[in-house]
């Protein structure tokens, strides 16, 4: 059934909002995204405008001092695969500086007390798709690229979701507002990701959204710091959900050794610093 659309405010699937504080941001970014990757991963970084949002940078900031060559700093952006690489600065900046970086940067998330989500999702075959995508055209499915793009959309949406779900969960009376990093290939699709919780498909999967306000914001990675710290929570997860050699101190960082430990044979699920909303999450009760 589709909610009417009214003139008061309503969340970003068009749904009457619960809350009524607009403090709380949900940055989002996500990994393993390109044909090749095995694991697509969505993370959403949740921050309190007024009492987190300015600590947080500020820490980010200073790592950046510490660890960054002062004619390099203007304008420098954390990737987390650059600095695993060691490619951030070249050769000027050797692997273990670079990955000492890097968990410094995750363990903000762990020592602040962070609260994030992670959706993730192994490669989906042909009839998985079908299955999630019940009573559309499927004649994309035959080009990799655009397969590619919608299990990025549908991880989009279940981390999304999820995110709702969590405020609505732990803090009933506040507003969410999404920023996604503005990705110029996939910035349509998730324009259009809320359209279909109001009616559409995901509705019949996923509760009506009350938590997260309006339209889904898009910034640039370099200007939020927050999509930056966002960034190195899900290629550590994707790089760990896929099995990859070198990640077990960047997930420690993060605080999550038993977590991963419990997905590594799960098709699809998510990852939540909170026990009692991942028990909620997975009996559908949240």
């Keep these: 059934m589709i909610i009417p659309i009214s003139n008061d405010a309503k969340s970003v699937s ?15 970014d996500e990994s393993g995204t390109s044909a090749k990757e095995t694991v697509t991963v969505v993370a959403a970084v949740l921050i309190h405008a007024d009492s987190q949002w300015k600590p947080l940078a500020r820490r980010l900031g200073e790592l950046i001092q510490i660890y960054v060559p002062a004619d390099k700093r203007d304008g420098f952006v954390i990737h987390a695969v650059d600095l695993f690489s060691g490619k951030a600065l070249g050769e000027s900046w ?14 903000v998330a762990a020592i602040s007390r962070l609260d994030f989500l992670v959706s993730f999702c192994r490669k989906l075959d042909t009839a998985a798709l079908e299955t999630a ?12 690229n655009r ?30 507002t999404a920023i996604a990093e503005d990705h110029h290939e996939m ?17 019949a999967f996923y509760p009506p959204m009350r938590s997260l306000v309006g339209a889904i914001n ?69």
């Design 133 to 144: 995508l019940s009573g559309s055209d499927f004649s994309f499915l035959k080009d990799n």
């Design 147 to 176: 397969r590619t793009k919608m299990q990025h959309a549908l991880v989009f949406a279940d981390c999304l979701s999820h995110v709702d779900q969590f405020l609505g969960q732990y803090f009933c009376d506040e507003i969410g």
């Design 14 to 28: 068009g749904h009457p909002l619960r809350g009524s504080k607009r403090v709380r941001f949900a940055f989002f």
């Design 218 to 286: 898009f910034a640039a990675k370099q200007d939020e710091p927050m999509l930056q710290l966002a960034d190195a929570i899900a290629w550590t997860t994707k790089r760990a959900l896929a099995g990859m050699n070198n990640v077990e101190r960047f997930v420690a960082a993060l605080g999550l050794t038993e977590s991963i430990a419990t997905l590594m044979d799960k098709p699809m699920g998510r990852v939540f610093p909170r026990a009692s909303f991942t028990q909620l999450s997975e009996t559908g009760a949240a």
């Design 187 to 203: 910035r349509k699709i998730v324009k259009q990701i809320p359209t279909f919780f109001n009616g559409g498909s995901l509705g």
């Design 94 to 107: 050797p692997p273990r500086k670079s990955w000492q970086f890097l968990e410094d940067v995750l363990s």
